[in-house]
């Protein structure tokens, strides 16, 4: 079955520092893949999202490139701020559509210090 | 437009009562999509309604849950002679059809005492 794996937290930087969460998937077909981020006591939040391969999706200065090649879509950031502080799912769903079912990654929380 | 709309937000049950979990998707949505966030742990799917089906209910365990989305009203989530092992969060989602993202609402923290 389909599957998702990220690297496990918490990644624990400081202010205006780089970010990279890793994530890679295993899928039958060809899904779309998603990240999305979740705040403290909230629900989860749409963040990027692509839906073939080489699309790079990117939202808030966030980015992920969908590698085919490395079954990827690891996220990044140039330069992050404590209000970036929230737990990331990486997820997928396949028939490269975005209604279908997600299966998720076990998250990784991430904690910017100012 | 409103969000997704859960309630309660928290539910506390003793073991062996009924918990009934409400969905109330965003306007003009008619797929419904229920996860379960187990502490520490991501989201996994349990079950897919549009109105007044089910269409996949691979992710929900076979005794004690139960999923509906009548014809008008909420998505409700049915869990009968709870656990601790139920303790989590549930998460719902809706979407206007199944080729568009899925929108979700805050979650519903269950606690079983």
């Known amino acids: 079955g389909d599957s998702v794996t990220q690297m496990e937290g918490p990644v624990t930087l400081s202010e205006e520092a780089f970010l990279t969460i890793n994530c890679t998937y295993t899928?039958?077909?060809?899904?779309?893949l998603f990240w999305y981020v979740q705040y403290p006591g909230e629900g989860l939040q749409l963040l990027l999202k692509?839906?073939?391969?080489?699309d790079k999706g990117s939202n808030k200065g966030f980015e992920a490139t969908y590698r085919k090649e490395t079954t990827s879509f690891h996220l990044e950031k140039g330069s992050v701020q404590v209000s970036d502080s929230a737990v990331y799912f990486c997820a997928l769903s396949e028939d490269n559509n975005a209604g279908n079912m997600l299966t998720f990654g076990g998250g990784t929380r991430l904690m910017v210090k100012p | 437009n409103a969000g997704v709309m859960q309630n309660p937000r928290h539910l506390v049950r003793r073991r062996g009562q009924e918990a009934r979990l409400r969905c109330s998707p965003m306007?003009?949505?008619?797929?419904v999509y229920w996860y379960r966030q187990l502490p520490e742990e991501g989201l996994k799917f349990m079950v897919y309604l549009q109105k007044e089906n089910i269409i996949d209910e691979s992710g929900m365990p076979k005794e004690r849950f139960s999923a509906e989305f009548p014809k008008e009203g909420p998505s409700i989530l049915r869990i009968q002679q709870v656990v601790r092992g139920d303790s989590a969060a549930y998460f719902c989602?809706?979407?206007?059809?199944?080729?568009?993202?899925?929108?979700f609402g805050p979650g519903t923290r269950l606690t079983v005492t």
């Open positions: 306007k003009g949505h008619s797929h």
């Open positions: 989602a809706s979407s206007p059809n199944p080729f568009y993202e899925q929108y």
């Open positions: 899928a039958t077909g060809y899904p779309s």
């Open positions: 692509a839906t073939k391969a080489d």
